[in-house]
Protein backbone atom coordinates (compact mmCIF):
# COMPACT_ATOMS: atom_id res chain seq x y z
CA UNK A 1 0.00 0.00 0.00
CA UNK A 2 0.90 3.33 -0.73
CA UNK A 3 1.74 5.66 2.30
CA UNK A 4 -0.68 8.38 2.64
CA UNK A 5 -0.77 11.95 3.99
CA UNK A 6 -3.34 14.37 5.01
CA UNK A 7 -1.99 17.96 4.86
CA UNK A 8 -4.28 20.33 7.57
CA UNK A 9 -3.71 23.44 6.36
CA UNK A 10 -4.50 26.52 8.65
CA UNK A 11 -4.95 29.74 6.46
CA UNK A 12 -4.42 32.12 9.29
CA UNK A 13 -0.49 30.75 9.60
CA UNK A 14 2.51 33.36 8.98
CA UNK A 15 2.24 35.82 6.33
CA UNK A 16 1.65 33.96 3.17
CA UNK A 17 -1.58 31.27 3.28
CA UNK A 18 -4.09 33.51 3.43
CA UNK A 19 -6.13 33.24 -0.01
CA UNK A 20 -3.81 31.53 -1.16
CA UNK A 21 -4.50 28.54 1.14
CA UNK A 22 -7.05 26.52 -2.14
CA UNK A 23 -3.68 27.01 -4.12
CA UNK A 24 -1.83 25.53 -1.29
CA UNK A 25 -3.82 22.44 -1.34
CA UNK A 26 -3.81 21.92 -5.18
CA UNK A 27 -0.14 22.19 -5.05
CA UNK A 28 0.22 19.58 -2.17
CA UNK A 29 -1.57 17.03 -3.67
CA UNK A 30 -0.26 17.42 -6.93
CA UNK A 31 3.28 17.30 -5.23
CA UNK A 32 2.55 14.08 -3.11
CA UNK A 33 0.68 12.13 -6.23
CA UNK A 34 4.28 12.97 -8.05
CA UNK A 35 6.40 11.36 -5.59
CA UNK A 36 4.12 8.27 -5.58
CA UNK A 37 2.23 9.15 -2.12
CA UNK A 38 -1.63 9.21 -1.33
CA UNK A 39 -2.49 12.53 0.10
CA UNK A 40 -5.31 14.74 0.71
CA UNK A 41 -5.75 18.15 2.01
CA UNK A 42 -8.18 19.88 4.30
CA UNK A 43 -7.85 23.76 5.06
CA UNK A 44 -9.31 24.61 8.79
CA UNK A 45 -12.32 27.01 9.14
CA UNK A 46 -11.70 28.07 12.91
CA UNK A 47 -9.36 27.86 16.07
CA UNK A 48 -9.38 24.32 17.05
CA UNK A 49 -11.12 22.33 13.44
CA UNK A 50 -7.26 20.95 13.25
CA UNK A 51 -8.15 18.60 16.22
CA UNK A 52 -11.23 18.27 15.29
CA UNK A 53 -9.95 17.42 11.76
CA UNK A 54 -6.81 15.48 12.68
CA UNK A 55 -9.19 13.34 15.56
CA UNK A 56 -11.30 11.46 13.27
CA UNK A 57 -8.35 11.25 10.51
CA UNK A 58 -6.53 9.75 13.34
CA UNK A 59 -9.15 7.03 15.03
CA UNK A 60 -9.92 5.97 11.91
CA UNK A 61 -6.56 5.30 10.64
CA UNK A 62 -6.91 6.55 7.33
CA UNK A 63 -3.74 8.24 7.21
CA UNK A 64 0.10 6.97 8.23
CA UNK A 65 0.93 10.90 8.96
CA UNK A 66 -1.45 14.02 9.47
CA UNK A 67 0.99 17.18 8.55
CA UNK A 68 0.17 20.11 10.06
CA UNK A 69 0.47 23.04 7.10
CA UNK A 70 1.04 26.36 9.35
CA UNK A 71 3.36 27.50 12.60
CA UNK A 72 3.38 26.24 16.19
CA UNK A 73 -0.22 26.85 16.90
CA UNK A 74 -1.40 24.80 13.82
CA UNK A 75 1.35 22.25 15.18
CA UNK A 76 -0.52 21.95 18.63
CA UNK A 77 -4.05 22.05 16.96
CA UNK A 78 -2.87 18.31 14.95
CA UNK A 79 -0.57 17.01 17.87
CA UNK A 80 -2.61 17.04 20.53
CA UNK A 81 -5.04 14.44 18.29
CA UNK A 82 -2.21 12.54 17.30
CA UNK A 83 -1.07 11.85 21.26
CA UNK A 84 -0.72 8.20 21.93
CA UNK A 85 -1.89 7.47 18.43
CA UNK A 86 -0.48 4.83 15.59
CA UNK A 87 -0.40 7.93 13.38
CA UNK A 88 2.48 10.40 12.60
CA UNK A 89 2.94 14.24 12.91
CA UNK A 90 4.39 15.40 9.95
CA UNK A 91 4.85 19.59 9.44
CA UNK A 92 5.17 21.86 6.45
CA UNK A 93 6.67 25.21 8.55
CA UNK A 94 4.36 27.86 7.15
CA UNK A 95 3.86 30.13 10.60
CA UNK A 96 5.79 32.92 12.25
CA UNK A 97 8.10 31.65 14.41
CA UNK A 98 8.03 28.05 13.75
CA UNK A 99 9.76 26.39 16.72
CA UNK A 100 9.19 23.03 16.68
CA UNK A 101 9.99 22.79 13.02
CA UNK A 102 13.24 24.84 13.54
CA UNK A 103 14.41 22.61 16.53
CA UNK A 104 13.78 19.61 14.53
CA UNK A 105 15.64 20.77 11.20
CA UNK A 106 12.56 21.08 8.98
CA UNK A 107 13.21 23.38 6.20
CA UNK A 108 11.78 26.38 6.14
CA UNK A 109 11.06 26.85 1.98
CA UNK A 110 8.25 24.56 1.12
CA UNK A 111 10.14 22.43 -1.53
CA UNK A 112 12.89 21.49 0.82
CA UNK A 113 10.48 20.99 3.38
CA UNK A 114 7.95 18.40 1.18
CA UNK A 115 11.88 16.81 -0.09
CA UNK A 116 12.37 16.29 3.97
CA UNK A 117 9.00 15.29 4.75
CA UNK A 118 9.02 12.26 1.90
CA UNK A 119 12.63 11.17 3.27
CA UNK A 120 11.82 11.51 6.90
CA UNK A 121 11.51 8.52 9.09
CA UNK A 122 8.80 8.87 12.44
CA UNK A 123 10.64 9.62 16.12
CA UNK A 124 8.89 9.33 19.21
CA UNK A 125 8.83 12.45 21.18
CA UNK A 126 7.71 13.63 24.37
CA UNK A 127 4.80 16.08 24.93
CA UNK A 128 4.07 17.91 28.14
CA UNK A 129 0.96 19.68 29.67
CA UNK A 130 0.55 23.21 31.89
CA UNK A 131 -2.83 22.57 33.68
CA UNK A 132 -3.93 19.45 31.39
CA UNK A 133 -3.22 21.36 27.70
CA UNK A 134 -1.38 19.73 26.01
CA UNK A 135 2.27 21.88 24.29
CA UNK A 136 4.97 20.20 22.05
CA UNK A 137 7.49 23.09 22.24
CA UNK A 138 7.75 25.96 25.02
CA UNK A 139 5.04 26.73 27.28
CA UNK A 140 5.52 29.66 30.45
CA UNK A 141 4.52 32.64 31.91
CA UNK A 142 5.73 36.15 32.24
CA UNK A 143 6.83 38.31 29.64
CA UNK A 144 6.64 35.62 26.88
CA UNK A 145 2.88 35.03 27.57
CA UNK A 146 2.30 38.91 27.29
CA UNK A 147 3.95 39.02 24.01
CA UNK A 148 1.89 36.28 22.80
CA UNK A 149 -1.49 37.93 24.10
CA UNK A 150 -0.46 41.01 22.40
CA UNK A 151 1.08 38.62 19.14
CA UNK A 152 -2.63 37.11 19.22
CA UNK A 153 -4.59 40.64 18.80
CA UNK A 154 -2.71 42.04 15.68
CA UNK A 155 -4.48 41.44 12.10
CA UNK A 156 -0.81 40.45 10.74
CA UNK A 157 1.50 37.79 11.58
CA UNK A 158 4.36 36.74 10.89
CA UNK A 159 8.40 37.93 12.09
CA UNK A 160 8.17 42.11 11.39
CA UNK A 161 4.74 41.74 14.12
CA UNK A 162 6.95 39.36 16.71
CA UNK A 163 9.41 42.45 16.60
CA UNK A 164 7.17 45.68 16.85
CA UNK A 165 5.14 43.57 19.53
CA UNK A 166 7.82 42.50 21.50
CA UNK A 167 9.31 46.21 21.62
CA UNK A 168 5.98 47.25 22.44
CA UNK A 169 5.93 44.62 25.87
CA UNK A 170 9.31 45.65 27.15
CA UNK A 171 7.96 48.89 27.25
CA UNK A 172 5.14 48.33 29.79
CA UNK A 173 5.83 45.24 31.34
CA UNK A 174 5.93 44.49 35.20
CA UNK A 175 8.29 41.61 36.79
CA UNK A 176 6.00 38.95 38.40
CA UNK A 177 5.78 37.39 42.02
CA UNK A 178 4.74 34.00 42.56
CA UNK A 179 6.17 30.53 44.35
CA UNK A 180 8.00 28.15 42.80
CA UNK A 181 8.06 24.62 44.30
CA UNK A 182 7.08 26.97 47.92
CA UNK A 183 10.04 28.90 47.08
CA UNK A 184 9.67 33.17 46.80
CA UNK A 185 10.69 33.82 43.34
CA UNK A 186 10.44 37.18 41.33
CA UNK A 187 10.70 36.67 37.54
CA UNK A 188 10.89 37.70 34.39
CA UNK A 189 9.71 35.36 32.90
CA UNK A 190 9.40 31.51 33.62
CA UNK A 191 9.53 29.07 30.59
CA UNK A 192 9.06 25.53 30.33
CA UNK A 193 11.01 24.15 27.10
CA UNK A 194 10.27 20.68 25.78
CA UNK A 195 12.14 21.90 22.33
CA UNK A 196 14.93 24.43 22.48
CA UNK A 197 13.46 27.25 20.85
CA UNK A 198 10.31 29.33 20.96
CA UNK A 199 10.95 30.26 16.99
CA UNK A 200 12.42 32.02 14.84
CA UNK A 201 15.39 30.72 16.49
CA UNK A 202 15.02 32.33 20.16
CA UNK A 203 16.66 29.91 21.95
CA UNK A 204 15.32 29.34 24.90
CA UNK A 205 17.23 26.12 25.99
CA UNK A 206 19.34 25.21 23.31
CA UNK A 207 19.83 22.26 25.24
CA UNK A 208 16.69 20.94 24.95
CA UNK A 209 16.39 17.21 24.02
CA UNK A 210 12.94 16.42 22.45
CA UNK A 211 13.03 12.70 23.80
CA UNK A 212 14.48 12.82 27.16
CA UNK A 213 11.65 12.62 29.22
CA UNK A 214 12.56 15.99 30.93
CA UNK A 215 11.50 19.94 31.01
CA UNK A 216 14.31 22.40 30.46
CA UNK A 217 12.86 24.90 33.42
CA UNK A 218 14.33 28.44 32.45
CA UNK A 219 13.59 31.13 34.86
CA UNK A 220 14.71 34.68 33.69
CA UNK A 221 14.95 37.15 37.32
CA UNK A 222 14.30 41.17 36.24
CA UNK A 223 17.05 42.54 35.22
CA UNK A 224 17.99 46.72 34.49
CA UNK A 225 15.94 47.79 31.26
CA UNK A 226 19.55 48.73 29.53
CA UNK A 227 20.67 44.36 29.89
CA UNK A 228 17.19 43.88 27.74
CA UNK A 229 19.43 44.20 24.16
CA UNK A 230 21.91 41.72 25.57
CA UNK A 231 19.93 39.61 26.65
CA UNK A 232 17.97 39.54 23.62
CA UNK A 233 21.40 38.82 21.41
CA UNK A 234 22.59 35.73 24.22
CA UNK A 235 18.56 34.26 23.03
CA UNK A 236 18.93 34.35 19.60
CA UNK A 237 23.10 33.01 19.91
CA UNK A 238 22.28 30.08 22.11
CA UNK A 239 23.96 31.75 24.88
CA UNK A 240 21.05 32.15 27.55
CA UNK A 241 23.43 30.60 29.93
CA UNK A 242 25.48 32.40 30.12
CA UNK A 243 23.60 35.08 31.88
CA UNK A 244 23.45 35.95 35.17
CA UNK A 245 19.81 36.63 35.06
CA UNK A 246 19.03 33.10 33.96
CA UNK A 247 18.86 29.43 35.66
CA UNK A 248 17.83 26.21 34.19
CA UNK A 249 16.94 23.02 35.86
CA UNK A 250 16.02 20.31 34.46
CA UNK A 251 12.54 18.42 35.55
CA UNK A 252 9.58 15.94 35.04
CA UNK A 253 7.14 18.44 36.89
CA UNK A 254 6.38 21.78 38.57
CA UNK A 255 4.30 23.82 40.62
CA UNK A 256 3.64 27.25 40.57
CA UNK A 257 1.80 29.41 42.64
CA UNK A 258 0.98 33.06 41.50
CA UNK A 259 -0.66 35.78 43.21
CA UNK A 260 -3.98 36.37 40.73
CA UNK A 261 -4.81 34.08 37.98
CA UNK A 262 -2.19 33.95 35.29
CA UNK A 263 -1.81 35.09 32.01
CA UNK A 264 0.20 31.83 30.12
CA UNK A 265 1.38 30.83 27.02
CA UNK A 266 1.29 27.29 25.31
CA UNK A 267 3.21 27.04 22.49
CA UNK A 268 2.44 30.81 21.35
CA UNK A 269 -0.84 30.76 22.21
CA UNK A 270 -1.31 33.00 24.73
CA UNK A 271 -4.11 31.66 27.83
CA UNK A 272 -5.83 33.45 30.94
CA UNK A 273 -5.99 31.12 33.65
CA UNK A 274 -9.73 31.09 36.03
CA UNK A 275 -6.55 29.17 39.04
CA UNK A 276 -3.22 30.61 41.15
CA UNK A 277 -2.16 27.37 40.50
CA UNK A 278 -0.24 25.86 37.58
CA UNK A 279 1.09 22.57 37.46
CA UNK A 280 3.75 21.25 34.23
CA UNK A 281 4.27 18.22 33.32
CA UNK A 282 6.21 16.17 31.00
CA UNK A 283 4.21 13.26 29.33
CA UNK A 284 7.29 10.70 28.09
CA UNK A 285 7.71 9.29 24.88
CA UNK A 286 4.06 10.17 23.66
CA UNK A 287 4.08 11.54 20.10
CA UNK A 288 5.59 9.97 16.77
CA UNK A 289 6.94 13.01 14.34
CA UNK A 290 8.31 12.72 11.07
CA UNK A 291 11.56 14.35 12.05
N1 LIG B 1 -9.34 28.89 9.88
C1 LIG B 1 -8.87 29.59 10.89
N2 LIG B 1 -9.23 30.86 11.09
C2 LIG B 1 -8.72 31.60 12.09
N3 LIG B 1 -7.78 31.15 12.97
C3 LIG B 1 -7.37 29.88 12.81
C4 LIG B 1 -7.89 29.04 11.78
N4 LIG B 1 -7.28 27.84 11.88
C5 LIG B 1 -6.43 27.93 12.94
N5 LIG B 1 -6.46 29.15 13.49
C6 LIG B 1 -5.65 29.73 14.58
O1 LIG B 1 -4.63 30.51 13.96
C7 LIG B 1 -3.65 30.80 14.95
C8 LIG B 1 -2.30 30.99 14.33
O2 LIG B 1 -1.82 29.80 13.80
P1 LIG B 1 -0.28 29.38 13.91
O3 LIG B 1 0.16 29.43 15.32
O4 LIG B 1 -0.14 28.11 13.18
O5 LIG B 1 0.45 30.51 13.07
P2 LIG B 1 1.49 31.62 13.53
O6 LIG B 1 1.08 32.20 14.86
O7 LIG B 1 1.62 32.55 12.39
O8 LIG B 1 2.84 30.80 13.67
P3 LIG B 1 3.75 30.47 14.98
O9 LIG B 1 2.84 29.90 16.03
O10 LIG B 1 4.75 29.48 14.47
O11 LIG B 1 4.37 31.76 15.39
C9 LIG B 1 -3.77 29.69 15.96
O12 LIG B 1 -4.23 30.24 17.18
C10 LIG B 1 -4.84 28.76 15.39
O13 LIG B 1 -5.64 28.18 16.40
Same mark, same amino acid.
Request: proline share 4%.
Given at each position: ?14 ? @? ?7 ? $? ?21 ? +? ?7 ? &? ?5 ? *? ?12 ? %? ?8 ? $? ?17 ? /? ?19 ? &? ?8 ? %? $? +? ?5 ? #? ?14 ? #??? =? ?7 ? /? ?12 ? =?????? &? ?12 ? *? ?9 ? #? ?8 ? $? ?18 ? =??? =??? #?? @? ?24 ? /? ?7
Amino acid at each position: MRESFLFVINPNSGT @TLGREAGQM $ATLLEKKAKEAGYEAECVITEAK +GHATELAAV &ASAHKQF *DTIVAVGGDGTVNE %VARALLHSGT $ALGILPLGSGNGLARHLGI /PLTLPAALDHLWKSVSVTIDS &ATLNFQPFFC %V $A +GLGFDAY #VSQLFGKQSQRGWDTY #VKV =SMKAYLDYL /PQRLKIEGQDAEIF =SLSFAN &AGQFGNNAWVAPHA *DLADGLLEVCT #VTPFPKWFGT $ALAFQLFTKNLRTSTYVAYQ =SLT =SLV #VE @TKHPALVHYDGEPWQLETNRIEVNIV /PQSLRVRG
